[in-house]
Nanobody, 117 residues
């Protein structure tokens, strides 16, 4: 049983910043990848970023240079620092955990990010 809980979403003006957090609990294998996806109304779920257990990161082109992902393995927590936010970043952001050993995906409930003036 794995549970992911996101926090940190909210309303911010263009150019502003937000920091999302996601904490995983339960039976979690250490070799994994944690990341973020987002989904805007009427659009498909979109990959944003991930970070592996050993620190390898990847970013979607749309957020590269503006977002930074990090994790605290001891706390099973992943963070997404979002800077220079744009209206097109508005979406529900979902935390994702993928375990390499069991090849399982786990998802959080999502947190709303709204970028508007």
């Amino acid at each position: 049983q794995v549970q992911l809980v996101e926090s940190g979403g909210g309303l911010v003006q263009p150019g502003g910043s937000l920091r999302l957090s996601c904490t995983a609990s339960g039976s979690i294998f250490s070799v994994n990848r944690m990341g973020w996806y987002r989904q805007a109304p009427g659009k498909e779920r979109e990959f944003v970023s991930y970070v592996t257990h050993d620190g390898s990161t990847n970013y979607a082109d749309s957020v590269k240079g503006r977002f930074t992902i990090s994790r605290d393995n001891a706390k099973n927590t992943v963070y997404l620092q979002m800077n220079s936010l744009k209206p097109e970043d508005t979406a529900v952001y979902y935390c994702n955990l993928f375990t390499y050993g069991s090849r399982r995906n786990y998802w959080g409930q999502g947190t709303q990010v709204t970028v508007s003036s």
